[in-house]
């Protein structure tokens, strides 16, 4: 299993990114894909997750500005980032939760936002 994260980088504040992770070694189709955040010295936490049926939830602090999205035949997903802030600055991780509950982790995308 692999999930390769990228598109991350240094914007100013009220910037866009786009971040894409391609899998590969999992049913694609059949598993809920989510992106996370660990910013320094801290949790990592949820940002937005999309499941196998498309639905989506994200975290309040990144609701209206931030869209997840998937494409099940490529095997990727995406999270375009808009209205950037300087409390987005993180290391963003691609996860993927396949049948029986397992999860497999990305190596991560640094997003840095300068005020």
């Known amino acids: 299993v692999q999930l390769q994260a990228s598109g991350g980088g240094s914007v100013r504040a009220g910037g866009s990114l786009r971040l894409s992770c391609v899998a590969s070694?999992?049913?694609?189709?059949?598993?809920?894909m989510g992106w996370y955040r660990q910013a320094p010295g801290k949790q990592r936490e949820l940002v937005a997750i999309v499941s196998s049926a498309y639905s989506t939830n994200y975290a309040d602090s990144v609701k209206g500005r931030f869209a997840i999205s998937r494409d099940n035949a490529n095997n990727m997903v995406y999270l375009q980032m808009n209205s950037l802030k300087p409390e987005d600055t993180a290391t963003y991780y691609c996860n993927a939760e396949t049948v029986g509950n397992r999860n497999y982790w990305g190596q991560g995308t640094l997003v840095t936002v300068s005020s």
């Open positions: 070694g999992i049913m694609f189709s059949v598993a809920d």
